[in-house]
């Protein structure tokens, strides 16, 4: 047995805990190419704001991120976008996976291939992926030394207990995505840092850097060119103004 698979197990026995998803198939064949949460109610899919997130697990730049910029923002904007995490930063890639070397050490690469498998996991729900990602007892820091241990504390935490990430962690499907993020952040000409917010598919280095102290506001500024009914956008973002408020100002002048 695999040491994921008997910390698991270990931790279930012990603390009682059961989960109805601990019986699925990790039938999931999607990498992070091509897998998109499935977007939130309200409007179109193709009407919504595709926000793409490359980070670290033990970077603490991409931890505080998602504690102070993200996770403020997402209740606000969930009905309108569409949100990719994408774990691999600076990683090299050696031998097209055999093995990764990760900024911040081994620990990371564990830290990365858990958030993908788990990512990849809860492909299907949003809400689901960014409760794991922003659950602070799942982030990585530089005091946790038995990352496995770790991680299986965090899927207590957010009730994802089952031997479905472990699967993946101690198979193929672990190098296949880790593989795949990393190539994908790779690709990005221009990106110098994590983490790194890209817009609709579009890298801009001026956004990816005020995203990080600033994440709302280039949100609502990306939202404004975007379908949204004007008093929708207003209540979301009363700092900017829209078309026709401005219309509507000149207009009573």
Do not use: W
Not at 191 to 206: A, G, I, M, Q
């Amino acid at each position: 047995m695999f040491p994921y698979a008997r910390i698991l197990l270990f931790m279930g026995i012990a603390l009682g805990v059961t989960n109805s998803q601990d019986s699925d198939e990790f039938t999931s064949t999607t990498d992070f190419s091509r897998t998109e949460a499935t977007p939130s109610k309200n409007i179109s899919a193709s009407n919504k704001l595709q926000i793409d997130i490359y980070y670290e697990t033990l970077c603490p730049y991409s931890n505080k991120f998602f504690n102070e910029q993200f996770a403020p923002a997402y209740d606000t904007f969930k009905n309108y976008i569409v949100v990719r995490f994408v774990p691999s930063g600076s990683a090299e890639i050696i031998n097209n996976g055999e093995s990764f070397q990760c900024q911040h050490g081994p620990r990371e690469c564990e830290g990365n291939a858990f958030h993908s498998c788990v990512l990849n996991y809860l492909h299907n729900d949003q809400d689901a992926q960014v409760k794991f990602i922003t659950e602070k007892r799942c982030q990585i820091n530089k005091r946790v030394r038995n990352v496995p241990l770790h991680n299986n504390r965090c899927l207590l935490a957010i009730n994802l207990l089952g031997l479905h990430v472990s699967d993946c962690m101690s198979g193929p499907k672990r190098r296949e995505l880790q593989l795949s993020a990393g190539k994908e952040t790779l690709s990005i000409e221009g990106l110098r840092f994590v983490p790194t917010v890209v817009y609709n598919k579009e890298f801009d280095l001026e956004k990816a850097e005020d995203s990080t102290d600033d994440f709302r506001r280039i949100v609502c500024e990306e939202l404004g060119s975007l379908q949204i009914e004007s008093d929708e956008l207003t209540k979301m973002c009363p700092e900017i103004q829209t078309t026709d408020t401005v219309t509507s100002t000149l207009t009573s002048v």
